[in-house]
């Protein structure tokens, strides 16, 4: 098996768990969802990385690139069952690409063996088993593997995600709510009873599978809310508003489905505190996150397009003053795949390798 | 100067304004803007009406079907230049598809020969000059003129437009926002002092203007809010939600661009009254839009999408009872050119004259 | 069983098969695909039509609005098992709007029973079974009824129309391609062993079925080929260009998939005979459809738009003369659901039952 | 003035015009353009390369990442007047990436500095100056300085290339209907009087002028052709197509405009000669391209998707072989912004400074 590593020469192959600037060697377990394809296209251009297996459910034996023709002459590699268990042992990494529910035994024996496995489905991100059973109706993952997992967002987790074993990436929805609103609840500058997270994203987020709901015909000229008033993003929301603001706080969360492809944008309606002006909040942001290479703050008074982030691993933040109702509406934008899948997953990566965090995440969005 | 008008065999003319089920001879003001060419298919598809004159700003000597070929062989007129005194002294009434803040001298010159002028743009919504002033920032009509004016949301003013000289047609926005929450402040269901309308509206809202954010490469899988924080529907908004909860309100308001051309979805955050139960809320919905023919309460559990009115007159409300979070979530659609501009304008012209509320309005949305 | 018929005062009930302006009854087999819902669309605004059944092979015992919800209050009707004779007994005229292959046994009871047929499928295009079986690779319906059955395209077949039992309603591609070379075929004016037919459809001609390749993630931003180099469309059209031209015609047809829900165009290349004009071109259009009411001919160096048909069951052709390589090209469009198979569908009725031939065919396009 | 060059460790200056590996300095007249900044996109993700001046004829002043907020943090550099002499001092390499008819005038005055230029516009496109004033309607460049620029196809003129002064950077049609073509001419394996080339275009060729043809409203679900019968790219289709087939060559060239805002498709037709067979036109393909990095020969029966390039400078081409009218089609894709403009560019200036050909060439396309 051979997968051409672009702009990569492989000079090593890794032989240092915790070291830095190797080689590292990883394999992809549903490599052929959306998020799976996508993770494939950051790997293979990744110049610390080689991809030794590709493992899917219902593809074995086929070249990857035949069933993603873009691919061709790029990534060929045949694709392996799902429960190869060389797609384990040949890796240092393992990327778990699957929809929610399926990851546990994999992780399982994934860390069984020694790896290390970032997970981009849900069920390792809700730290309550009881949570997590009431929204998704089944049972998690069992305390002790649970408890080796870090939530997997860099801005908040860097240090613990470094020496993880398991990595729960986080949602595409929680991950715009809860970037949008960490510096207001870190810094306590708003009524934690009111939050409002109206978010709408593009479709890919509903992945490739057939549903009536993901036809051309059907999205296209298009647009509805969908999943409410519960839909299982909640709680994950929840929880990490929760840790940062020390409070327990309940949100309204919408989400709806835009006609596009990718792109995720938030509107996040918040109640500052009496007394806070708005020079305190941008600080607050600023300061936030001024060591982050993937979070914009955008200057007052801009608010973001989804399409400025399209195939980046930004956050792009605006945020509006309205002093007539004495709100704050905060508008954060990712591309769902990128920041909000797979492009944080290759971030975790690279902290956990020591990498340099930027590495195969192509930086300039495609536009127009 | 001939039109075709469609299926509607021409037996008499118009002679008694306050007539029933009599021909009547209408003009269009602004005829080559969206709205402008909307209202046309509606009016030349409409039994009782006969369109006597076009007038534009920039294609006066030209065939509309030149400007709009989908009009070839139907509407062929050529158009006049605006300030042709014909349009307003061959017509009973007058149609302004213009600009805002444009409306008021043709206006008064229709009012001033007998005529009844129906206002798609914003000068004669805002019941305070001051107001006016303020989110326009420029002088509004003078009072004389402006206290004819009736606000043309049927729904809500079905007896005064009957005999109204001057209607002032409801913006896009508002009508999804009073349409969604007429029956929650009428019948003081809701907390006042808590509202938040996250709308999102489709391109074609923005007219024909040559401006770079209108552009397909621009708009096409792109999504973000604009307008913020003062979009100048707020006080349209605020002035009739406060004439139906009596009590002063102010709102969020959060406007956002599709990338799809026609449609408008309104998400609408309210917090219920303590004992208040979803029966009440369901009851109170179904009682105040009992007889209307135009909007559609949906079974609980569905929320609309914007293409089930597509090209329709419909405003379609669902209802999301969060029992987590004491929250009531009201989404409701329309289609921007229809009920949220020409087919409001249509339906406000048939009470106007007596006609079926209906008459012009086609009744099933094209899908998909 | 009760549907709302718009805009329609049920006066009496149809009984008299040949006779005029008389309400019939109709039943729709295939109602829940786009083209059977299409039809509904059109038949429920007929005022000569009563809908009396609604046949599906998933749905029975579901209101045809719960599977489309834009037909909310107007079309609420229970659907049927498709194999319930009721559906047959019921109706005057059956429209099969079934997936290729499955009509011949419902069409087959039907004219037992003495009802007319109007099938949207491929099942009765091709008068020769030989040719049927090589390109469907199954066999086609008995010489007898195949006999009975005209080819539904009222453009050159109206006469025999107006009597047939059986319609083979005509397929989109090959309604774009015939009505694009009539003119010329019939008067003479080009080589007819070179004629490409490069076509671009919308998707919605795929159906509502669960594919891949409709789904939006796929289709959105994208445009291809397919079905190459043997659509099964290609022996339809000859079969007609054959019978126009009387001479054996072959073509190369290319069918595209355009990034958008409605909307069909061919771009036909030929190359007129030595000695032939563009006046006499342009003559050959404006008199072969110079009594048509749904083809325009547009103005010389005007080339079609999809948009500017719409909804609508019109075909526009734009002719474009190339003096400096002696080609014409032909640019021909069509709302592929409309003339392309429901609106198609309909004209065919009206003019079964002498109707006049536009009723219940929405004549303006909508725009934008 | 500063850029931000990503993953680009700046070790020295460019000193040596001939020189390998070295860094260069370049500038960007027409900046703010669509083909401008995605210019400015690779340009600075290419770690050989330093920007150092952009020019533009309306935002002088401003911040380039103020026109394109994807670039925030990115490029920040402020904008220069187009006619800034800096922008040709400082660089060794100009870009001008000017509407058709500006260019010559700043490639003149670069020349004469001895710097290299490469120009995205037709201005060097035909050799002709009579064929040039035929089709532009005006003067084109003078003789010595024509004579100077080579066709920048790196498929067929890589040689030439490498010591250019200026490049004619192809036309983004002219790119897939001649590498679509150029095995079969060289070969001479086709009839040459027989070439149809049907090509279908997103919008962003059109760039970002304002026009009522370029809003969404008016692009969105909508397709037509444009320019019959005289599109300016068919001289210089014919003029390279003349040359690889040492034969005068005329073609029938029809370009339409995709409701999508990248991507181009060309549709050919062609009549291979007698006794030609499908595998040696297969092995004319193969053996022409096999040292191609930029262009994909697809498994037969295989037929591209323009997204399988979305972002890349790759052309991919299929065959269809045609038994039955002996007619093969060839269909050949690219990313008109790639390989048909600012990707194509920077594969000449690759070529001409002895880079990797594939430097700052993004090569995986952003799927879905």
């Not at 909040?281 to 973001?304: C, M, N, W």
């Amino acid at each position: 098996m051979y997968i051409y590593t672009m702009g990569c020469i492989i000079i090593k192959k890794y032989n240092n768990r915790r070291g830095v600037n190797l080689m590292i060697n990883v394999s992809v377990l549903g490599a052929t969802g959306y998020t799976g394809q996508e993770l494939i296209r950051m790997l293979c251009q990744h110049n610390q990385v080689n991809i030794v297996g590709l493992g899917t459910q219902n593809y074995a034996g086929k070249p990857f690139s035949e069933i993603y023709p873009h691919f061709n002459g790029i990534v060929d590699t045949v694709c392996k069952n799902i429960d190869d268990p060389e797609l384990i042992e040949d890796a240092d990494a393992i990327f778990l690409a699957l929809p929610h529910g399926l990851s546990v035994p994999y992780a399982e024996a994934a860390v069984t063996k020694g790896k290390r496995v970032i997970d981009l489905g849900a069920d390792f991100r809700l730290k309550s088993p009881a949570i997590y059973t009431k929204w998704y109706n089944k049972t998690g993952p069992a305390a002790e593997l649970l408890n080796k997992a870090v939530y997997g967002l860099p801005e908040l987790y860097r240090e613990k995600i470094r020496k993880a074993d398991v990595i729960a990436n986080p949602g595409c929805y929680p991950t715009t709510a809860i970037l949008g609103l960490a510096p207001l609840l870190k810094n306590k500058l708003i009524d934690t009873s009111f939050i409002v997270i109206d978010s709408k994203s593009g479709v890919s987020g509903a992945g490739r599978g057939l549903v009536v709901s993901s036809l051309f015909s059907e999205v296209d000229n298009n647009f509805k809310a969908y999943g409410l008033p519960n839909h299982r993003h909640t709680p994950e929301i929840e929880q990490e508003l929760t840790i940062l603001a020390n409070d327990d706080i309940k949100v309204s969360f919408t989400p709806h489905l835009l006609p596009m492809v990718r792109g995720m944008l938030s509107t996040i309606y918040t109640i500052p505190n009496k007394n806070t002006t708005l020079s305190e909040i941008q600080k607050a942001y600023h300061d936030f996150y001024s060591d982050e290479t993937f979070v914009r703050i955008l200057a007052q008074g801009q608010y973001p397009h989804t399409k400025w982030v399209l195939g980046t691993n930004y956050c792009d933040i605006g945020l509006s003053w309205d002093e007539r109702t004495g709100r704050l509406v905060v508008i954060s934008v990712i591309d769902n795949l990128v920041k909000g899948a797979s492009g944080q997953a290759v971030q975790n990566m690279n902290i956990m390798y020591g990498f340099d965090e930027g590495l195969g995440l192509n930086r300039v969005a495609i536009y127009p």
